[in-house]
């Protein structure tokens, strides 16, 4: 079984900065993309970030570039985002997913359970 589990969310206070994983197991995801995804109630899902596993190229939405980083570390089978300069806009469920390089209409097709991050004001 795919599995995806995400952790590191939490209570924030604006300005500060967490770093959320995503443990990746079940397969090997060497050709595939791994991104974040976010969703605040009563708003979409929204992209905000992703990283080629096999390789360095990273792709950030606007809203976060800049103060968001995602990265891999291979060897721990794991993907960090770290959040730094954060608002009260980023809070949010945030959900660490996977694809395959190739995938038509870049469908994410592994999702994680989500971790809850809230900032304060």
């Known amino acids: 079984q795919v599995q995806l589990v995400e952790s590191g969310g939490g209570l924030v206070q604006a300005g500060g900065s967490l770093r959320l994983s995503c443990a990746a197991s079940?397969?090997?995801?060497?050709?595939?993309?791994m991104g974040w995804f976010r969703q605040a109630p009563g708003k979409e899902r929204e992209f905000v970030a992703a990283?080629?596993?096999?390789?360095?190229?990273?792709y950030y939405s606007d809203s976060v570039k800049g103060r968001f980083t995602i990265s891999t570390d291979n060897a721990r089978n794991t993907v960090y985002l770290q959040m730094n300069s954060l608002s009260p806009e980023d809070t949010a469920v945030y959900y660490c997913?996977?694809?395959?390089?190739?995938?038509?209409?870049?469908?994410?097709?592994?999702w994680g359970q989500g971790t809850q991050v809230t900032v304060s004001s």
């Open positions: 997913a996977a694809r395959p390089q190739t995938a038509r209409g870049r469908e994410y097709n592994y």
């Open positions: 990283i080629k596993w096999n390789g360095d190229s990273t």
């Open positions: 079940g397969r090997t995801f060497s050709s595939y993309v």
